[in-house]
């Protein structure tokens, strides 16, 4: 991972030099996700994570946060938010993730739906002995209950030192207009659920999750760029998962996307485009190499093509305060507050 990053800096000189020289086109955004679940924290994707953050420095990640870390009795919610505030930069941007816990539905004071689920089953008592719900699409809920549970994240969020996010993903992509507009009443200004429903076929055409997603996000391909959604009271910036998770993909098929969004910018010098790539914490340890041979490509090929990389920074996204490290102090910042076009030695 040593030589990706040095890869990086090269990279990012070449491509700073280009910028100066005023023949490039457009930066391309970069928006690198980081979706927090609320399944599990497992050591070896922090540790992931970790070894990560360390070797790409310089890269910021929009932290999407499920409460349900700090929601489940016999929990250390504190150990919890010092695990997930270690992993976090003060250039990183942070948002909600929105799913159908159980824990988040009892202490909403909404009564849990076990059914439908994404797989097509119906969870059973066994299945929440602990807790449950990922599975649920949040939509199956009346408006005026996923508002309640759409403010309990937010207050527990708040309450665990996290801000009260303006940014928020739908867990299975299920942001429903009911959903979108719950977010807007709540204050939510960017939406990161949709997705183009055929980057996600492969592993799941044969699930109800296909065909919500087919419902929800037929408009949406993996070329489809940031969209306003209209609400009742006022409106919603859609920033797209456009190619989902890297779980759902290869290397190869990002980098073929990738290699399309440089086209247009080498035909439409002034083209807008966010290139987005998703991870899920509670699978790090197996799409951080993904996402490590990902971010090669993607720079190998901008630096042979002039195509200044940049990343994509939301106002109203930052995270609250400083980011304070276990022991009381400030971590050095090691370039997740710079640009990739800066350089950063490693």
Known sequence: MRTLSLLLFASSLALGSRVALGDSPKPLKLAVVLQWQGRDLKQANLDALKSFRGVFSDVNFVHLLSPAYFLRSGDDAEAARSSIRALMKPKDQIGVALGGWKSLATKAGVIFRGAPTFWGHTLEPKDCEVDCGLEVPVNVYPEKDV??????????????????????????????????????????????????????????????????????????????????????????????????????????????????????????????????????????????????????????????????????????????????????????DEGGSRSLHEPMVH
């Open 147 to 332: 508002a309640a549970l759409l403010a309990t994240a937010l207050d527990t969020l708040e309450q665990h030192g996290f801000g009260r996010p303006r940014g928020m993903a739908a867990e299975g992509w299920a942001a429903a207009p009911e959903v979108l507009e719950a977010a807007s009443l709540a204050g939510i200004r960017y939406d990161f659920s949709a997705v183009a429903p055929e980057m996600v076929a492969n592993r799941a055409q044969r699930f109800p999750l296909y065909q919500w997603v087919k419902n929800l996000w037929a408009h949406v391909t993996p070329h489809t760029q940031p969209f306003v959604i209209p609400t009742v009271r006022s409106s919603l910036r859609e920033v797209p998962q456009s190619l989902a998770a890297l779980d759902y993909s290869t290397a190869t098929e990002v980098l073929q996307v990738f290699k399309e969004y440089a086209d247009v910018l080498k035909k439409d010098p002034d083209a807008e485009l966010t290139f987005p790539l998703v991870i899920y914490q509670e699978t790090a340890h197996v799409t951080l190499p993904v996402l490590a041979k990902v971010l090669q490509g993607i720079f190998a090929h901008a630096q042979s093509e002039g195509v200044m990389v940049e990343q994509l920074e939301l106002p109203g996204l930052e995270l609250p305060g400083t980011l304070v490290a276990d022991d009381g102090t400030s971590p050095k």
